[in-house]
């Protein structure tokens, strides 16, 4: 998984640590007085640039008219003013957070709020996102009922700029919050140019699948980067792909369920709503009004079965399984190793948990887990997978607490053989030894330099030797540090931060130097590096990894609208991946098998890659 998930909770009704942040960086100044201004309007609250000129202020009698009323979550309503003044940098729409005080508007109401300008960081200011401009702690005034809603502004391809968002200030520690808005010049602009206001987006295509909030992900540009699936592919740190909008609706669903869509269906009739920013994918369409979803008929891949003289080897990120979760997921595991995997001769698993999952009470084997699942995997069909692996000590290796995820070797011994060499535990490193004149491993299984404080709280690779028709196949199985603690892509921070990449750099590098220690004592050695590596084949990451041409990323042999495993934020984009060695070649078949990342229903987050070649 790229990161564990922020409980989503109410926002305080306070003014965000932003402001503070701000302060300190001299781009604003903030008294507590009351406005001075003889009326202010909802664009003078908003001003032209990303924080409010008003933030901390008093503002008295702001008018507008009741776009929409959130009554769980962060609770509130957003007005829009109908008197607009003309400058696209400046929005006419903001968000009144309420809080714990009972909601007393409806939509159509023409309102008087008198409150507080604040600026709130959804996540928290270390957490780069955007503000939301806001009036706390309101008093609110309705002058009347039943008024037409301000029209819709349509965003669609377009209304959308081709380029992202703007360079940040290096003066301001690469910062956009200063910047004046360039509504017309970056999509972030744009859509920070509507914060709070009624949008509209027309029929569009789903390119993240419905989630477990009740949200999904469309595009408002249809041909931004397609693939022949439906997604969007996200193929570079430039290519951001700015007609992602994430959809959610203001209706509870037990009032109104929020429609189940697959990537490449259709979202008939668009979404009509106000234009939120959360820490949960930035600026989000809260529809008043939502379309009904088209099935477009998305189906799981198969892969072909491999050859009698290929050697089939894949990766599969399980997604914490352990024997507490229902059979049923360990069955359609199970039955998608066997039916869409075509049983591969050797399986690297990842977030294989011990055998009572997350319960921390110091368990670290997971001989039951991995027996229950290769059971399932006999009753779908399949063979009888041994499996190897090293059970970590417990705590050491991130994941959920207690659940002491780790890496497995499944292996069909009627195709290939395992050679065992005893000796090698959690913390103890397997080391390239000459065998002739051949590499091979002190110990296989055995963990790669697993004291190296690049796998601190982080899963350390586990590394075998196996045997097809009589030639040795050293395989690599990894799952590098997740991107928890990255910035988004809408981001304050321009280029955003990525924080994670600087672990994962450095566990690239310590699996590149292995590799090249067995291609120094065998330079035709047959080596597949594989697994859950968590970032994208044209990153730094992936760069160490290929260092000195040690490994080749068999996912750019692919075209490039096929390379992807993970679908987030409504991004297609790499996270698993398999490298190899020269002594492969050339002559290889990859496919990464799209059955989980693009639906709805998933077994795992993660899609599974196969590479299969001859040895």
Do not use: C
């Not at 990323?553 to 297609?572: I, M, W």
């Amino acid at each position: 998984m790229p990161q564990i998930p922020t409980p989503r909770m109410p926002r305080p009704a306070a003014v965000s640590a932003v402001v503070a942040t701000a302060l300190a960086a001299g781009l604003l100044a903030v008294s507590t007085s009351t406005a001075s201004a003889d009326e202010v309007r909802v664009h003078d609250i908003q001003g032209t640039t990303r924080i409010s000129p008003l933030a901390g202020q008093q503002v008295t009698d702001v008018r507008g008219v009741v776009t929409g009323v959130r009554a769980h979550g962060s609770k509130g309503f957003w007005i829009q003013d109908t008197k607009a003044d003309g400058d696209p940098a400046t929005s006419e729409g903001v968000f009144v957070y309420t809080g714990s005080a009972a909601l007393t508007v409806k939509p159509g109401d023409a309102v008087r709020v008198s409150g507080t300008v604040g600026e709130y960081v959804p996540g928290g200011a270390a957490s780069g996102n955007q503000s939301l401009t806001q009036i706390t702690k309101p008093t609110v005034t309705v002058e009347s009922s039943g008024n037409a809603l301000p029209a819709p502004v349509r965003v669609g391809a377009k209304s959308v700029p081709s380029r992202y968002a703007p360079a940040g200030d290096p003066a301001q520690d690469n910062s956009v919050n200063a910047l004046p808005l360039k509504p017309r010049t970056y999509a972030l602009d744009l859509y920070e140019s509507l914060e709070g206001m009624n949008v509209a987006v027309g029929s569009s295509r789903v390119v993240g699948a419905t989630d477990a909030y009740n949200e999904l992900w469309v595009t408002v540009k249809p041909h931004e980067n397609r693939n022949r699936r439906g997604g969007t592919v996200y193929g570079s740190y430039d290519a951001q792909n700015g007609g992602r909008l994430q959809i959610q609706q203001l209706a509870p669903v037990s009032e109104r369920p929020f429609p189940k869509a697959n990537v490449g269906d259709v979202l008939k009739g668009g979404a009509e709503g106000p234009l939120d920013f959360n820490q949960f994918g930035g600026y989000t369409l809260v529809a008043r009004e939502l379309g009904d979803v088209r099935d477009k008929g998305l189906v799981r891949e198969k892969t072909r079965r491999q050859a009698k003289g290929e050697l089939a080897v894949a990766t599969y990120n399980v997604e914490n399984l352990d024997p507490g979760d229902a059979q049923t997921k360990f069955d359609a595991l199970a039955g998608a190793v066997v039916t869409n995997l075509a049983s591969p001769d050797i399986v690297a698993l990842e977030e294989i948990q011990d055998d009572n999952g997350a319960k921390n009470d110091g368990t670290v084997a997971a001989g039951a887990t991995l027996k229950k699942f290769t059971d399932a995997i006999v009753a779908a069909g399949g063979p009888r997978y041994e499996w190897r692996s090293i059970d970590p000590v417990n705590n050491k290796d991130g994941g959920e607490p207690g659940g002491n995820i780790r890496q497995v070797f499944l292996f069909n011994p009627e195709r290939v053989s395992f050679t065992d060499r005893a000796g090698g535990d959690a913390t103890t490193p397997t080391e390239v030894v000459r065998a002739g004149e051949r590499a091979a491993l002190s110990h296989s299984p055995g963990r790669v330099d697993p004291q190296n404080a690049a796998w601190t709280n982080s899963r350390k690779p586990l590394a075998g030797e196996f045997v097809f028709r009589g030639r040795t196949v050293f395989v690599i199985a990894n799952h590098f540090g997740s991107k928890g603690g990255d910035e988004g892509l809408t981001s304050h921070h321009q280029p955003p931060v990525r924080s994670s990449e600087v672990q994962r750099l450095k566990q690239a590098q310590a699996v590149n130097g292995f590799v090249k220690d067995i291609r120094e004592v065998q330079r035709n050695a047959d080596v597949v590096v594989l697994g859950d590596i968590n970032d994208f084949e044209f990153s730094a990451t992936t760069k160490a990894l290929q260092d000195g041409g040690a490994l080749r990323a068999a996912v750019k042999s692919l075209p490039r609208s096929e390379r992807y495993s993970y679908v987030y934020q409504g991004n297609s984009q790499v996270l698993d991946q398999i490298l190899t060695s020269p002594g492969v070649g050339d002559d290889f078949s990859y496919d990464s098998v799209h059955i989980n990342a693009e639906f709805a229903d998933q077994n795992s987050d993660h899609d599974p890659q196969v590479l299969r070649f001859k040895p």
